[in-house]
């Protein structure tokens, strides 16, 4: 062992700490994909993935993993290729999320909602080389290959079975399907490791709620670090039993796919979800830990006496995505689940902000818990920074809980950039340093962020800006109101006023009308907000990550004509 002397201890010639620092030791590329070898190591014989009589374990789940990934290389698929996937949450969706990018591919998982139009425009704008697709998807790839321009290369597609659904007749046996490509893997196949952690590997397509779909990328770093974060922020345990009711497709799955492996947890794969099937499958598997929009927990509280089935033990939900009213919160609790709110966006590879909880909160009325809850919250400690900014003179904004700008975001989980659109990247990652979101929130006394509304969805009336957000909180205490979004309305006196689109529970009493939702809302928040104009509708349009679509909504208010001092039902 080197002595140091006295001397040069107290110089610090010894210790230099400049010439300490990266080294072929400790800079190992940062990769998930790592995860999935410990799991096999640590939780062999546990069962990784489930689905109806399915059972693997993560030894298998590996093995089925590197034969995905080196039979993707020996059909010719190299570092940086897009590989997409088209499926449901089934098995290989999951296998996916390891096997491509072992091959050093990048993978681009596509919603499953979207239309053979906007499949071909992803695939044209990804490049990709090759699509696993489940079969009923099958006829909206093929029209989507049939609208790609003539001349670009169409991507090689391979079908991945599903036994257990026997509408699906099998594949002629011919077809190279996805278990016939496992079959001709390798089991003992070295995986690719990214050269750099910076490497691409991942594509994701935003959900087109604002604009037309971005290509968002994700390097092997970003998303090591959004699944590491997004363990502690859950504080998720060993061994969960984990319900996929969050597409995989969606900001992969918020990380979780990746996470799973972690924490050696059973995944279990649903192909449909309704509240019936969430509910026997939770009773039926044991689920104790599940992801879903706010919408996920509106059908689950929602749901029918005869529908629902007690729960086998403590369930915990962790929901993002779009705003969770405080009413869906204290409804979803009251039924006995454990929710937790967190916020992110496809470009920070899943949740950056969660309403950490605060133990003397319990001691509060559940109202008033839902209430702290439905706000957004507090960096997760992955992150380095979050602020609101003032949109004119780019300064935070006062921590008064009323004074909105605009949510900026700094940290390891934000995106390399968007594919193809350097205007996008250079618009949303500025050169200050920071990422900005395109949400309008406010920063409360307490440090705790809360959206007000997505930029574009702020209502401006007579001067006054009005959050939908807010508004729409309002309407869901109705006891009566199933569903509510509010957009902007043309007035010819105030410039905009507050549109109320509303769906009614099933079963509510159908005496209800715009001008009991609108003295509802007069009881409960300043004038100024009051939606002008209530209209009762059967559904609300939805993207197919299950946000509402304002500007669908928007349109049609626009279609009505601006409403006339004196002619608006609010009078
Ligand atoms: N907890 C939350 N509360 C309120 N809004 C949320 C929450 N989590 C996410 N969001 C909203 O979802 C957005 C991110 O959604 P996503 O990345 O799926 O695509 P999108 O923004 O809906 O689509 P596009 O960018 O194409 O319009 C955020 O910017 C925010 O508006």
Known sequence: MAVISHAAWCSGDATDMDKLGANPANSRALTPLGFLERAATVYGDCPSVVYHDTVFTWSQTFRRCLRLASALVSLGISRRD??????????AMY????????SGAVLNSINTRLDARTVAVLLRHSGSKLIFVDPALLPVLRDALRLLPSGHPAPRVILVDDPHESEFPPAPATTLTYERLLEKGDPEFAWLRPASEWDPMILNYTSGTTSAPKGVVHCH???FLNTVDSLVHWAVPPRPTYLWTLPM??????????????????NVCLRRVDAAEVYDTIARRGVNHLCGAPVVLNMLANAPEGVRKPLPGKVRILTSGAPPPAAVLYRTE????????????????????SCAWKGEWDKLPASERARLKARQGVRTPGMAEVDIVDGETGRSVPRDGSSMGEIVLRGGCITLGYLNDDAATKAAIRDNGWFYTGDVGVMHPDGYVEIRDRSKDVIISGGENISSVEVESVLYGHPAVHEAAVVARPDEFWGETPCAFVRLKDGAPGAVTAADVI????ERMPHYMVPNTVVFRDGLPKTSTGKIQKHVLRDLAKEMGPTRRGTSSKM
């Open 82 to 91: 897009i590989v997409s996937v088209l499926l449901p949450n089934v098995p």
């Open 95 to 102: 296998e996916m999320h390891f096997g491509v990018p072992m």
């Open 221 to 223: 770093r970003g998303i």
């Open 249 to 266: 497709f969606h900001a992969n799955g918020w990380s979780f796919p990746w996470g799973m492996a972690v924490v050696g947890g059973t």
């Open 334 to 353: 009251a039924i006995g689940f454990e929710v937790s709110h967190g916020y992110g966006l496809t470009e920070t590879a899943g949740l950056v902000l």
């Open 519 to 522: 003295a509802w809302s007069r």
